[in-house]
């Protein structure tokens, strides 16, 4: 009895996986054949998620505006055409307005932020959020990002008296948690002179994933319904108590005290107490709770120091193994302070082979590997037959479309000449989307570039990087890394000017 049992429960199951592996045969879609349990994430523990997806992006290319693939046994929509990433994330965008990344606000409040958050809540928050990140706004942040960096710059100097051999993800991870720490908490972090305070130490937790927690990540943002009936959180309790701990004390603070600055935490604080941001009067989005304003200032954080550090330490990983580019890019930095007299907010802004050499980094090294949309409602495809079904994700290969020899030849070889005037103007804007884009495109995108810029400056102008032994050539990327993170770090040998 319990042996007839066991097979009709095997033979279903074969049946239910058969079943949902044929969704993109029947509907004539090309795919690539999915292998069980996994999908087409089956070599996920040995590649990074971008590896997975570029080498289904270049299998599918050719085939119509999208392909087919699958995570675990959930049918994907895979983007393959510029024309089509451009209807997705602008064109059509009422139709993929939502990310489709896994957030449970009950049980793990600070994972329901402007990036995973959805429908009219986001849109509403969006906009009472993008006064935060004006040229005003930025210029008013300038002078605390200098500075951090002119600790930084000391901090450097001593470090290359020592030997000269450091390890610069690290450090300028330390560099940025400083500044997001001052701008979004109002708080003096210490992690330049302390590499173990509590800033830095959570910052680590927050991007230290094993490989089954990973997978559990994944798996939750496939069956979302099923994780949160399980009260499953993605965030670190840690981390969590941390960081919600930090917001009520810096609120609590500012408020008994009558505090105002010109910071992220300002702005939120009004929204808390429901003020009505000049020339939005009319918003109808209610008071925030302490929750969704710590969940605000987390993202932000982990956005600021994650996103910026690496795109700074790749970025000068290429310039020590590119001497010439690293002078070029040196004698930008000089000519741009002859011009200026000091490193202002205008001069930042004039340094256009910095901008060219940051592009390039972000281009080979996207913070975000691939952007997700969930479909909010039936979808036919421009000039198919094709109906993409409410609910199903659709993903842009950001990586894949980077590293596409069409778009950019030779891709693995790092050139910033591709970010000329001249080349930019003459490619598919929608082939370079590190920011993705449209209305759902990076809030923060101009202070992170405004804090790489700074950096970069600061350290071009008075120390010169070669490559160290410690470092691979070409790096090797960890597997199981939501970001591209090098293996054994970034070793950079550094020379005082």
């Known amino acids: ?63 119509g505006a999208f392909g087919g693939i699958f995570f675990f046994t959930n049918p994907v929509a895979l983007a393959l055409d510029l024309d089509f990433v451009k209807t997705v994330l602008i064109k059509d965008f009422d139709y993929f307005h939502d990310r489709s990344v896994y957030y449970n606000e009950k049980d793990d409040p600070l994972s329901a932020h402007l990036f995973t958050m959805e429908g009219t809540k986001w849109r509403n928050l969006r906009t009472k959020l993008t006064s935060t990140f004006t040229s005003g706004k930025m210029k008013m942040m300038f002078p605390t990002i200098t500075g951090v960096a002119e600790e930084f710059r000391k901090l450097m100097a001593s470090e290359a008296q020592k030997g000269g051999e450091i390890e610069m993800k690290e450090i300028l991870a330390r560099f940025t948690t400083d500044v997001i720490g001052n701008c979004a908490f109002g708080l003096e972090c210490n992690s330049l002179h302390d590499p173990d305070a509590e800033f830095r130490r959570m910052g680590k937790k927050i991007f230290s994933f094993g490989t089954w927690k990973l997978i559990l990540i994944i798996l939750a943002q496939q069956f979302r319904n099923i994780a949160r009936a399980l009260h499953f959180a993605a965030i670190d309790k840690e981390v969590s108590r941390f960081f919600m701990g930090a917001v009520k004390d810096t609120v609590e603070y500012r408020e008994k005290n009558n505090v105002e600055r010109n910071d992220f935490m300002n702005l939120l604080i009004k929204l808390k107490n429901a003020e009505q941001s000049k020339g939005d009067l009319d918003s109808n989005l209610g008071a925030l709770s ?11 954080f982990i956005a600021g120091f994650e996103t910026s550090s690496t795109a700074m330490s790749y970025c000068l990983y290429e310039l020590a193994l590119n001497s010439e580019l690293q002078d070029k890019a040196r004698a930008d930095v000089m000519e741009t302070l002859k011009k200026h007299g000091s490193m202002t907010y205008e001069a930042i802004q004039d340094m256009h082979y910095i901008d060219q050499c940051i592009n390039e980094s972000l ?38 479309i980077h590293h596409d020899a069409e778009y950019y030849p030779d891709p693995e070889r790092y050139d910033p000449d591709r970010f000329s005037p001249a080349q930019f103007s003459q490619r598919n804007p929608y082939c370079f989307l590190p920011f993705g884009e449209g209305p759902r495109n990076c809030i923060g995108m101009r202070f992170g570039l405004m804090q790489a810029r700074v950096g970069l400056a600061y350290l071009l102008k008075d120390f010169r990087f070669t ?17 591209l993170t090098s293996e054994g770090g970034l070793w950079l040998n550094v020379q005082k000017l």
């Open 1 to 63: 009895m319990w042996l007839y049992l066991a097979v009709l429960a095997v033979t279903v199951a074969v049946f239910w996986v058969r079943r949902k592996y044929s969704y993109w045969e029947e509907r004539g879609v090309a795919y690539i054949k999915p292998t069980f349990p996994a999908g087409n994430l089956g070599v996920r523990g040995k590649q990074h998620i971008s590896a997975v997806m570029k080498r289904c992006y270049d299998q599918l290319k050719g085939s």
């Open 290 to 300: 302490i929750e969704e304003v710590a969940a605000q200032s987390f993202v932000f």
């Open 363 to 400: 281009r080979k090294y996207p913070p975000v590997t691939i952007l997700t949309r969930k479909v909010s409602k039936a979808y036919k495809v421009p000039g198919t037959n094709h109906i993409l079904e409410q609910g199903s994700t659709m993903i842009v290969p950001v990586y894949g």
């Open 467 to 483: 490559l160290s032994g410690k470092t691979s050539v070409p790096l090797k990327i960890i597997p199981n890394s939501p970001v």
